[in-house]
């Protein structure tokens, strides 16, 4: 298997990576031109650069741009910095393109209604690639949803054992009602989902929280839901709500300042009650 098909095999599984490319030489080093290394997520590699301490610099550069998702360009010069004397070279310099591999950005749409209908349109032409789940088969359909890369006309509770999100994994609920809301955050709170967002107001988010934490769920895992979810531009209609939903994914996507979950107020009432709780006898 040659380091494409590597590449090809980690995408599939939803996994990051970093591919380093020897792209400019001059003089002589322990490889050549065009060279690749493919280092994954889990710090093993595939291909070589040439070993040895320019080697273990790449590796290193490699983790961060999995982290920060930005390319990078790394010069050696072989004949000034004695680390890379290691009696097996000629001297030389080169120059590193290490770039992420990133993961498809998969959305798990839960709701096929006239929100999520919006958001399935914004999402996958913002390059996300969209599944849409809803109970009704007359609504979850292909011929509504054409951009969708699926579409499942199931039981939210078959869904949920259907689908194992990843770290690259966005969750969305806007389905029809609170009961199911509440279980399927129920259940997304315990992926490895990188975004979960929640539609609804602050009161009926509140009472959702308060009833998952009373089955025994523990409260840190609520930190990373984005209730109300979407970006607040005042959005107003279906359409309006759908780019809303949208920019929140693209600004986690991207790591934007913005990108920060919305419970901090949750969190603030939750102190205040405590407060207030202090003043009676225990």
């Known amino acids: 298997m040659d380091i494409y098909e590597h590449i090809v095999e980690l995408r599939r599984q939803g996994r990051r990576g970093a591919v380093a490319t020897i792209v400019n030489v001059r003089g002589s080093i322990p490889s050549f031109q065009t060279a690749k290394m493919l280092v994954r997520d889990d710090g093993s590699i595939v291909g070589t650069i040439g070993g040895g301490c320019v080697e273990a610099d790449v ?3 490699a983790r961060e741009v999995m982290e920060s998702e930005k390319p990078r360009t790394l010069k050696f010069d072989l004949n000034q910095d004695p ?6 070279v000629c001297g030389g310099t080169l120059e590193v393109f290490v770039e992420p591999l990133l993961p498809p950005a998969t959305l798990h749409l839960f709701g096929a209604g006239h929100v ?7 999402a996958s032409a913002a390059g996300f690639d969209v599944t849409v789940i809803d109970d009704r088969s007359s609504y979850a359909t292909v011929e509504r949803f054409p951009s969708a890369v699926a579409v499942h006309a199931l039981e939210f509770d078959d869904a949920m ?3 194992d999100p990843t770290e690259s994994s966005y969750i969305v609920i806007v389905t029809r009602g609170h009961r199911d809301d509440m279980r399927i955050l129920r ?5 490895r989902a990188h975004y979960i967002g929640m539609i609804g107001s602050k009161r009926k988010i509140i009472e959702i929280f308060k009833a998952l934490r009373a089955e025994g769920i523990a409260a840190d895992l609520f930190d990373r839901v984005h209730a109300p979810i979407g ?3 005042g959005a107003v209609t279906p ?6 939903i949208t920019a929140e994914l693209i600004a986690i996507r991207r790591h934007a300042s913005t990108a920060v979950p919305h419970m901090s107020w949750f969190k603030e009432k939750q102190e205040a009650d405590e407060v207030l709780d202090d ?4």
Do not use: H, S
């Open 59 to 61: 590796w290193q550069a």
């Open 239 to 244: 359409e309006e709500i759908g780019v809303a």
């Open 116 to 122: 999520a209908l919006n958001v399935c349109r914004t």
């Open 279 to 282: 003043t009676k006898p225990r």
């Open 161 to 163: 054992r259907k689908f």
């Open 231 to 233: 970006l607040d531009i």
């Open 187 to 191: 259940w997304a709170v315990q992926t």
């Open 83 to 88: 680390r890379y004397d290691t009696g097996l």
